[in-house]
């Protein structure tokens, strides 16, 4: 039996407003919670039980998850009073996995879509023996990663995280984010303290010589934390751009939830996502963003790339281009934000009062 662990306790602090009341792998994107594309993914590679490590607002996934079996998964819960960071939540979250010492154990980061291939990437890791297996992907500006370089054999060579000077820019191969781990490897990690897996366990196991391997993978990525690729990552989800098993609808330029209206003449566009109980009005031009529940776009209003937060308002007239419009925030006419503004939760701006700012 494949078992996962998913690290869903970070406090998301990039993607704030939309992580003050909501932990990051429960924002939604293309119309449900962002892990439940992860725990579809899963069960569609064969996991069936996947250890879920919370920590942050950790009350909010067990009344949406509950045991699992409603998403074809078993499901256990292990929280963490103080963020033990990466590694020490796989360790503290290995106590409710049932695999043998030998066996693989696949460990993903709660933010990270991907058209990974996660029955190859096991694959990989028992055809290469190794003790632990790294999913990795090329990007074009590796600065604010884990730069991995590997051997020709895939053998990993170093670890080097977000690094500084030119001359360590050895690689565009960074870490992506989901890891094999061979069972026993994750009962080396220390217990009960803070522990980086990136930092500490990677670069520790390197330097007592284990078996480090590297799956470089072009497959889809997205590291959804921050605003604009979270809104991104939704539209290409909703577009069939890469496949996710929970998306409720077919592949297509929009997604309207049950219970949302749309005005005749309201256009939406670019995998737009019209949440349940919201409103779109006529003349109104959506595209490319998440229109939360219960959220209002008033006439001829035109919204790009955004996010527009549960029971929030946006004003006739009024445009959005990369933004982050926190939770029942109301937006009055004629405004213009731009460039990753964002606008705290609840935060009501008069009509005409902004022309392109970042609030
Ligand atoms: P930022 O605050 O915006 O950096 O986001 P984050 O808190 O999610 O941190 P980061 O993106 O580095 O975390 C990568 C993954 O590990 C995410 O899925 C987090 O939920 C998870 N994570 C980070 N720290 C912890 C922790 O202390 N405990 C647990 N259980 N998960 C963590």
Known sequence: ???????????????????????????????????????????????????????????????????????????????????????????????????????????????????????????????????????????????AFGLVPTGPDGRVLAFTEKPRRPEEIVTDQINAGAYVFRREVIDTIPQGRPVSVERETFPGLLAARAVLHGVVDASYWLDLGRPAAFVQASADLVRGVVHSPAVPGDPGEFLVLPGARVADGARLLGGTVVGAGAYVAAGAVVEGSVVLDGARIEEGARVRASMVGTGARVGPRTLLDDVVIGDRSDIGADNELREGARVWCGTAIPDAAIRFSAV
């Open 1 to 143: 039996m494949t078992e996962a662990v998913l690290l869903v306790g970070g406090k998301g602090t990039r993607l704030r407003p939309l992580t003050i009341n909501t932990p990051k792998p429960m924002v939604p994107a293309a119309g449900v919670p962002f892990l439940a594309h992860q725990l579809a993914r899963a069960r569609a590679a064969g996991v069936k039980h996947v250890v879920l490590a919370t920590s942050y607002l950790a009350e909010v996934f067990e009344p949406y998850f509950g045991d699992g079996s409603a998403h074809g998964l078993r499901l256990t819960y292990v929280h963490e009073e103080e963020p033990l960071g990466t590694g020490g939540a796989i360790r503290q979250a290995s106590i409710a996995l049932t695999s043998g010492p030998t066996e693989p154990v696949l460990v993903f980061n709660g933010d990270i879509l991907t058209g990974l291939d996660i029955g190859d990437l096991l694959l990989r890791h028992e055809r290469a023996q190794a003790d632990v297996t790294l999913h990795l992907t090329r990007v074009a500006d590796p600065r």
